[in-house]
């Protein structure tokens, strides 16, 4: 039976105990369908310790970011010894933020995605075009490009064992985000796969692909009615515990359904 995957990155919201309440809660109200999902939640790097101790393996707990060496003279940075210490399952690479607020380059990404995958991490890469490539009609160029870099050198055993997949366009995310249209998403999400065949050949289709940008109770079913989108990954409707389950509830009878189909 497939996985539904869905997750949420806190971003920088959240302190320790409101990050513990938040999991030990969500762990509760989605104990009863655990097993049919691949759930996860990103906090902030000082809540990770205090979750992982709080819901141990039952929800999957990752780092927002991570630096691309295991020590040195980064101040402000943390590295992967340091995350794995805390159990950190999962690392997040390229959010929108940390490229469009940060400046973070398709370079620094794939030192990171390296580091990431010479540790254990299981690694979720984030893609997405701006408005303005997409006003250019090159959404599919910056997807490509943005996969070819920050995957290069990637290891195809790792590769297919540990790669995620977000796709979130910039200009769908956070309060200023208009949502995706379902359609558009799916044919994104169709041509992140092509690439991840002539990177990794057919295998490489079965890497999943979340989609995330200003997803909500809305939108959410007819996202995950669309073929090629394997789960979603949700910020601000996520962040109320209570909501979010809600969302995987209205979702995964959607997801089973497709899968039976698709068999
Ligand atoms: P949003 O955030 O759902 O609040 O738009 C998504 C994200 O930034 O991952």
Redesign the pocket.
């Known amino acids: 039976m497939k996985k539904l995957y869905v997750g949420t990155?806190t971003?920088m919201y959240k302190t320790p105990s409101a990050a513990v309440e938040h999991v030990l809660k969500l762990r509760e109200l989605t104990r009863d369908i655990a097993q049919q999902l691949e759930l996860f939640v990103i906090p902030s790097y000082t809540s990770i310790a205090p979750c992982v101790q709080a819901v141990g393996e039952d929800i999957l707990i990752g780092a927002q970011n991570m630096g691309w060496e295991d020590e040195g003279q980064y101040t402000g940075e943390i590295s992967a010894p340091m995350l794995e210490e805390v159990g950190a399952r999962l690392v997040m690479i390229g959010?929108?933020?940390r490229r469009h607020v940060l400046h973070e380059t398709d370079e620094e990404e794939q030192k990171k995605i390296a580091c990431a995958a010479r540790h254990d991490f299981k690694i979720l890469l984030?893609v997405g075009e701006t408005a303005q490539q997409k006003s250019y009609e090159i959404s599919r160029e910056t997807l490509a490009q943005q996969l070819k870099i920050g995957l290069h050198g990637l290891d195809a055993e790792i590769a297919l064992h540990r790669l995620w997949i977000?796709y979130?366009p910039v200009w769908?995310?956070?309060?200023n985000?208009v949502p995706a249209d379902e359609h558009y998403a799916s044919e994104m999400h169709r041509h992140i796969k092509a690439v991840l065949e002539e990177l990794y050949g057919d295998q490489g289709r079965e890497i999943p692909v979340l989609y995330?940008?200003?997803?909500n109770n809305e939108n959410a079913v007819k996202l995950i009615a669309q073929p090629y989108i394997d789960g979603l990954?949700?910020?601000?409707?996520?962040w109320s515990a209570e909501n979010f389950n809600q969302i995987i509830r209205e979702i995964l009878p959607v997801f089973r359904s497709r899968d039976l189909a698709e068999k």
């Open positions: 990155n971003k959010h929108s933020e984030c977000a979130e769908a995310i956070g309060v985000g995330g940008g200003s997803v990954f949700i910020g601000r409707s996520a």
